[in-house]
T-cell receptor, first 111, second 113 residues
Framework: GEDVEQSLFLSVREGDSSVINCTYTDSSSTYLYWYKQEPGAGLQLLTYIFSNMDMKQDQRLTVLLNKKDKHLSLRIADTQTGDSAIYFCAEADTGGFKTIFGAGTRLFVKA | EPEVTQTPSHQVTQMGQEVILRCVPISNHLYFYWYRQILGQKVEFLVSFYNNEISEKSEIFDDQFSVERPDGSNFTLKIRSTKLEDSAMYFC???????????FGDGTRLSIL
């Protein structure tokens, strides 16, 4: 079945770039997403990329998609302490009626 | 910016009782979803709903669960006879179309005693 894998933790210094990586199994996914979850809060859609794109940039966020390797990454430039959260990689199921989530990467930003 | 709202934010219920979790999706969205996240675990898909019927459901969504859109704005998840293992954060989501990005509410934390 579909699966999404991510590393569990990432620690960076404030001002550095963060790169969160993800691999997925469903090669026919049309959309891939990054969600952010702060403590006690819901899932905030950060950005998404359509599967026919290689890259998408949105202010400090850059998403890279390697379809051949089924690898997705999220780069956060100039990481701030407010970026500390759990980041979920997710893919739209082929049928489009559900989203498959990774386990989430907990980003720690040290001042 | 329009958002998905969920009530209550925290629900405490005795095991065996029925519970109804409520959601108001974004007004022009047509697809509605429920997910759950057991503490420390992945966000898991429960059910999707479109055109007043279930589009897809997971193996978690057994006969104890039901969904309803009782009017033009609310979308509810009912658990008929709660079990301890139903304790989790339940998220409602909605989207304009099936494969477009789903927007999530802040969740209802369900605690079964």
């Amino acid at each position: 079945g579909e699966d999404v894998e991510q590393s569990l933790f990432l620690s960076v210094r404030e001002g550095d770039s963060s790169v969160i990586n993800c691999t997925y199994t469903d090669s026919s996914s049309t959309y891939l997403y990054w969600y952010k979850q702060e403590p006690g809060a819901g899932l905030q859609l950060l950005t998404y990329i359509f599967s026919n794109m290689d890259m998408k940039q949105d202010q400090r966020l850059t998403v890279l998609l390697n379809k051949k390797d089924k690898h997705l990454s999220l780069r956060i430039a100039d990481t701030q302490t407010g970026d500390s959260a759990i980041y979920f990689c997710a893919e739209a199921d082929t049928g489009g009626f559900k989203t498959i989530f990774g386990a989430g990467t907990r980003l720690f930003v040290k001042a | 910016e329009p958002e998905v709202t969920q009530t209550p934010s925290h629900q405490v219920t005795q095991m065996g009782q029925e519970v109804i979790l409520r959601c108001v999706p974004i007004s022009n969205h047509l697809y509605f979803y429920w997910y759950r996240q057991i503490l420390g675990q992945k966000v898991e898909f429960l059910v999707s709903f479109y055109n007043n019927e279930i589009s897809e459901k997971s193996e978690i969504f057994d006969d104890q669960f039901s969904v309803e859109r009782p009017d033009g704005s609310n979308f509810t998840l009912k658990i008929r006879s709660t079990k301890l293992e139903d304790s989790a954060m339940y998220f409602c989501a909605s989207s304009e179309a099936g494969q477009l990005a789903q927007h999530f509410g802040d969740g209802t934390r369900l605690s079964i005693l």
